[in-house]
């Protein structure tokens, strides 16, 4: 199974928010620029995150982005199932090209296993834990790639 990359830079930018010190802020563009993606898909996936009450976004003078302590408590595999979708792996009713066996297939079965073993071993780990040592600290050293 493969992550869009909006859930990877999502991910990104909530570890990013999680090691923040004190009361900073960073920007949108701060953030997009040290984890060298564009600013647009950053921007995108931080008004998600914002919809979803993870990452509080204010806007203005002073303003910045501020994980939320939902944001800090979830699990991995409760966002990345949030920001997926509840799609299966296969599409076996897919309108345009329906799979002739979708009736009597039992590979879709063991493919939406596999899919939520993967969503539990996630569950198993919080944004919190995720930047624990030794991740925390270099999410810190991030800066805006030269040039």
Do not use: N, W
Request: overall charge positive; aromatic content about 2%.
């Amino acid at each position: 199974m493969r992550l869009t990359a909006f859930t990877d830079i999502s991910l990104r930018i909530v570890m990013r928010l999680a090691v923040v010190r004190g009361d900073e802020l960073l920007t949108t563009r701060a953030v997009a620029d040290a984890l060298a993606v564009p600013y647009t898909h950053a921007a995108k996936a931080v008004a998600r995150l914002s919809e979803l009450g993870l990452v509080e976004a204010r806007r203005g003078r002073g303003g910045g982005l501020q994980l939320t302590a939902e944001g800090r408590g979830v699990t991995v595999g409760s966002l990345v199932r949030r920001l997926e979708g509840e799609h299966e792996v296969v599409g076996c009713e897919d309108a345009l090209m329906p799979c002739p066996l979708r009736a009597a297939c039992r590979l879709r079965g063991a493919l939406r296993q596999a899919q939520e073993a993967f969503y539990a071993s996630l569950d198993r780990l919080t944004v919190a834990e995720l930047v624990a040592e030794p991740t925390g600290p270099v999410l810190l050293t991030l800066t805006a790639p030269p040039g």
